[in-house]
């Protein structure tokens, strides 16, 4: 993780592309735009055609992708890919956000809020689900930059305010917090805290690390199909977990 080199890269794109265009004008959002410039800093290496799709890094030995959502799209790319050339998918997660609103009509936008909710890297695993099947291939690799991020809506939801439903408008790296890495499956095992005792719930492991327990179940869930943790005796009517012995 490289902070400074983080910072310089975020302050030109943002700087250039509000002098031109304002926020959330790009073609490409914001967020995507810095994680490229940071991961490629040579812009020789991004958007080239590898095996009949656009990779957004290409070094000639390896794939870079960058993926803010909607995971089940990276399915045929992981197809094409995996086979010939190490991948490594970025997912930005939201650290701390503070979040405005913006009117249609008039173009003003309000006060930026902060959320009370801090992400984590257990947030990833809605979309890691969606790939469930790729995550033992040897040639899959996962980073996971969490970011501090200003976060601007557009007043345009069904609901009575319009914030139900609306849509997102551009999201702004504020700063890089951490940088969370799985080169191999065994790296999944920092997930568990450990002083988390066995055998485990899902409602203990949630409170441990301080997720829903719809989250945890899904965490757990992958975990077990990686063989990272396995099922064992029941404690009361849920389901218990251990460390695999591996």
């Known amino acids: ?9 975020k302050n030109r794109i943002i700087s250039s592309e509000r002098e031109k265009n304002g926020i959330g004008t790009l073609q490409e959002k914001t967020v995507h735009a810095i994680l490229k410039d940071y991961y490629a800093p040579d812009k020789a ?9 656009v990779a957004d890094i290409f070094t000639g030995t390896e794939i870079i992708e960058i993926q803010t959502a909607n995971f089940n799209k990276l399915r045929q790319k992981l197809d094409s890919f995996l086979p010939e050339y190490p991948v490594t998918v970025v997912y930005p997660i939201p650290h701390v956000k503070w979040l405005s609103w913006i009117d249609e009509e008039t173009g003003e936008s309000s006060p930026l809020r902060k959320s009370p909710v801090k992400g984590n890297v257990y947030r990833a695993f809605y979309e890691l689900y969606k790939i469930k099947t790729y995550l033992k291939n040897p040639n899959l690799r996962l980073c996971f930059p969490l970011l501090d991020i200003e976060e601007y809506r557009l007043l345009n939801g069904w609901s009575k305010d319009k ?6 408008f551009d999201r702004i790296p504020v700063a890089l917090v951490d940088e969370i890495c799985f080169e191999r499956v065994e790296d999944y095992l920092q997930l568990i805290p450990y002083e988390l005792t066995e055998p485990f719930t899902a409602s203990e492991f949630a409170q441990a690390v301080k997720i829903r327990k ?10 077990n199909y990686l063989h990272m943790i396995e099922r064992c005796e029941k404690k009361g009517r849920a389901y218990a977990y251990k460390v695999s012995e591996y």
């Open 1 to 9: 993780m490289d902070q400074q080199r983080f910072e310089t890269i």
């Open 45 to 53: 290496m991004q958007e080239l055609p590898v095996n009949g799709y």
């Open 163 to 168: 914030k139900k439903g609306s849509s997102r």
């Open 214 to 223: 719809e989250e945890a179940g899904r965490v757990l869930h992958i975990l």
